[in-house]
């Protein structure tokens, strides 16, 4: 019998129905997550199996849409709430850092809030181009937010795994989905490009613990550490350098908080090499905190220094051409890779 496979938003959309069929208390609410079943599809259907108690259409109101998941889940309910685009969550930033975050810690442990808060990320080019207020990557706003754990899946096994694992945390969770990884399925030469975007994903209900990195390649030369999309790119990079005589070990970190510093760790003792690629901005980034655990934990074991393949500071550009030169492409993990290596 042949594995079924699912593409990411399916592996999203298939995590949310099977708890929501596990448990009465879980509700879904965000902009266009019923009626229309979500921007990118991942919420498809759902309004039509649990109806429009459970799941809900909100106005256009990021504060609204978290401080009302804040209510729900004090009155017992395990709230997922959607955020459009990652670039909108500002709108409501005081509900997720001075609210959301604190009120556990705040009560002695007495109030819990089991919020899980959805997100889309990144840029989606060839494919469409967002401009810069709908295609950034800030996930480091919210790693120096104690109180709320940051998840950064990369495939749809991850994506699944994950989801159900933050669903079922007691504590606040923001869940980061990259636009791009939803197009797999509509774009065959995606997949061509990326197979793992669509993969074999088990169909009953499974959790992958929060707090564990995933080796996503073994190697021996250079470790890389890359997030989300640039875990695809980075594979893909490193499938063709095999050819070159360069092994190079990729890992997803897969969650941000909690990190999974003895994993990176580890590898770093092995390859003696480090490049981080996240498509952030560079100042300020994961990639900048991730070195920054390295050196104060594996400083003697370093061969060379430790690089940094990111977005440039800027705003992202509208035009195709200058978005590509501002995301981290291919070419640009592979130079890095060279000359870490010394080739």
Known sequence: MERRELDFAEAVREAIKQEMQRDSRIIIFGEDVGYFGGLFGCTKGLQQEFGEERVRDTPISEAAIIGTAIGAALTGLRPIAEIEFID???????????????????SGGQLKLPVVIRTPCGSRYPIACGAAQHSQCLEAWFIHTPGLKVV??????????????????????????????????????????????????????YTIPLGKADVKRDGEDVTVIATMMMVHKSLRVSEALEKEGISVEVIDPRTLVPLDKDTIIKSVKKTGRVIIITEENLTGSVASEILSIIVENAFDYLDAPIKRVCAPDVPIPYSPVLEREVIPQEEDIEIAIKQMVGV
Request: a positive charge; proline letters at 10%; glycine letters at 4%.
């Open 152 to 205: 950064i899946p990369s495939t749809p096994y991850d994506a699944k795994g994950l989801l159900i694992s933050s669903i079922r945390d007691d504590d606040p969770v923001l869940f980061i989905e990259h636009k791009f990884q939803y197009y797999a399925r509509r774009q065959p030469w995606i997949r061509e490009r990326y197979p793992k975007l669509i993969e074999y994903v088990p169909q009953e209900p």
């Open 88 to 106: 909108f969550i500002g709108c409501g930033m005081d509900q997720v850092f001075n609210q959301l975050a604190k009120m556990r810690y705040m």
